[in-house]
């Protein structure tokens, strides 16, 4: 069964505290692996697709990687409006995005 | 429009009224696709369309959960007989192609709150 578990479920920061949110995944045939940024009350913001093992892209101060197991939203010197919650999704076989439950992200001036 | 536009925005309803929800996607997107969103979850599938097709309902909770795109553009998700565990956020997202074609990002509106009393 595709899974997509995303830890911490929490993170509070520092403005300038660099930090990475985790998201590991079991899927049968990765398609694509996508980041999302979600602020309250708002629907999911698109920030990233990653395809295969060993990948990077980067946008401002968010960097993402992919392995076989698991990505990382790696977040350099974050400024307060950075703060919301940063969803993981897998696209496998059937299509379907499959999200995990989402880091919640406070950065504090 | 620019993006994908939901109505209504909020909703609120008694239990076992009928309701239904809007959303108009980014013109010319083939692909549509319903998701519930509980609070402090992620989204969860419901359904897609490609055009006016519905490829795919496995994501439907129930069969009081029916939804349409009759002519491949606007797609309304009917819930009836509804019950205080429907209440969430239905979020609507579409994409440019058809799914398998590409990996194309979906792209969301942002949603209608449902809350069922």
């Known amino acids: 069964e595709d899974q997509v578990t995303q830890s911490p479920e929490a993170l509070r920061l520092q403005e300038g505290e660099s930090s990475s949110l985790n998201c590991s995944y079991t899927?049968?045939?990765?398609?694509?692996l996508f980041w999302y940024r979600q602020d309250p009350g708002k629907g999911p913001e698109f920030l990233f697709t990653l395809y295969s093992a060993g990948e990077e892209k980067e946008k401002e101060r968010l960097k993402a990687t992919l392995t076989k197991k698991e990505s990382f939203l790696h977040i350099t010197a974050p400024k307060p409006e950075d703060s919301a919650t940063y969803l993981c999704a897998v696209q496998g076989l059937r299509d379907k995005l499959i999200f995990g439950t989402g880091t919640r992200l406070q950065v504090f001036p | 429009g620019a993006g994908v536009s939901q109505s209504p925005r909020y909703k609120v309803a008694k239990r076992g009224q009928d309701v239904a929800l809007r959303c108009d996607p980014i013109s010319g997107h083939v692909s549509l696709f319903w998701y519930q969103q509980a609070l402090g979850q992620g989204p969860e599938f419901l359904t897609y369309f490609q055009n006016e097709a519905q490829l795919d309902k496995s994501g439907l909770p129930s069969d009081r959960f029916f939804a349409e795109r009759p002519e491949g553009s606007v797609s309304t998700l009917k819930i009836q007989r509804t019950q205080q565990e429907d209440s969430a956020v239905y979020l609507c997202?579409?994409?440019?192609?058809?799914?398998?074609?590409?990996?194309?990002?979906?792209?969301f509106g942002d949603g209608t709150r449902l809350s069922i009393l």
């Open positions: 899927v049968s045939g990765l398609r694509g």
């Open positions: 997202a579409s994409s440019k192609f058809p799914q398998g074609a590409s990996n194309q990002p979906q792209h």
